[in-house]
């Protein structure tokens, strides 16, 4: 279904609350809600990922899987508020048993997108969501995780034997029609992007995709990425005066929230933060002003949107061909 109350819901900007030190930590009062996340599967995943920036493993039960009731509950709350778009994540949100029934349930509201490292994906998931994707006007979007061009780096970071089974999900999902964005954490070096980048496209193209959408994504230097390489610098901080000018759009605790089995948290980065709990409802947690006086805030500050899909470039043709244009 449209969201007809959206049209109904005055549009609100984000915007900073006035603070007389521009050294201290902006706290900032969040604008419309556009977007929600859902915790689908809690940290629980089926693998054990070196750069996790929660530390998600078979065995990190700090967050569990939500219920079907819990995530409907969630998706009726989302309507009256104006949202736009819904994200899955986890863990693994492809270990969820109903996890079918449930993107089908979002899909009745809004576009939809779940990211996944693709290991778990099987016909019996892809075949029904395609099936749901053509019946409904709303798109649905599959971020498949696979951080190296080769299984040699790949595997370095998510286990041997993930990269051939990721890469077996993501021609799953291009037999059934679907274009996945492939998504890869910076765990090279510096100034390296261009190649990383070319050497994504081509094995991508060699495994059949044409027109490969490939995002690079920034390192969270926290949870098990901070034991591996190490934490934010004492200076990655965000202050008042670095706002001045800064489109807060880009902050994804601008204008989203993210529902868990255990209440509603400001994004998905900041799970493990103690202060990241906003509320339990999620009326209430949409309007909660935040302080960004966490280091991974300076990541978000740096780079932008980076939770967002790549999107309105060119998106019949993807990221990838547009990089060779220019």
């Known amino acids: 279904m449209n969201h007809v109350s959206a049209d109904l819901v005055e549009p609100l900007r984000p915007r900073l609350l006035p603070h007389p030190d521009p050294d201290a930590a902006p706290v900032l009062a969040p604008g419309h809600l556009d977007a929600l996340w859902l915790q689908v599967t809690g940290t629980v995943c089926n693998i054990r990922c070196t750069h996790c920036f929660i530390s998600c493993s078979p065995t990190n039960h700090a967050f569990e899987l939500m219920t079907v009731e819990q995530v409907a509950r969630a998706l009726a709350d989302s309507v009256p508020l104006g949202v736009r778009e819904y994200y899955f994540t986890g863990g693994e949100p492809f270990l969820h048993p109903r996890i079918v029934e449930i993107l089908s349930l979002a899909l009745d509201h ?27 006007p709303h798109s649905l979007e599959f971020r498949v995780s696979i951080d190296g061009f080769t299984a040699e780096s790949h595997d370095a970071i998510r286990g041997g034997g993930s990269f051939e089974e990721a890469l077996a999900g ?40 044409a027109n490969p959408r490939v995002k690079l994504l920034p390192v969270l230097k926290i949870g098990a990425e901070a034991d591996r390489a190490g934490g934010y610098r004492p200076s990655e901080w965000v202050t008042q005066s670095m706002m001045e000018g800064f489109d807060l759009d880009q902050l994804i605790c601008s204008h989203a929230r993210l529902v868990t089995d255990r209440g ?12 990241g709990k906003l509320a339990d409802d999620l009326a209430e947690a949409a309007r909660a002003p935040f302080r960004l006086d966490h280091a991974a805030c300076s990541t978000c500050w740096q780079y932008g949107a980076i939770c ?9 043709e993807g990221m990838a061909a547009a990089e060779e244009r220019r």
């Open 308 to 316: 967002a899909n790549p999107g309105a470039l060119v998106p019949e």
């Open 110 to 136: 809004g576009p939809t997108t779940v990211l996944t490292n693709g290991m778990l994906l099987k016909r019996r998931h892809v075949g029904p969501l395609a099936a749901k994707a053509a019946a409904v």
């Open 170 to 209: 993501v021609e799953l999902l291009l037999d059934h029609g679907f274009l996945p964005i492939i998504t890869a954490v910076q765990t090279w070096g510096s100034g390296e992007d261009p190649e990383v980048f070319r050497g994504f496209v081509a094995m991508l193209r060699a495994r059949g995709y």
């Open 264 to 275: 509603v948290w400001v994004c998905p980065i900041l799970l493990d933060a103690p202060d």
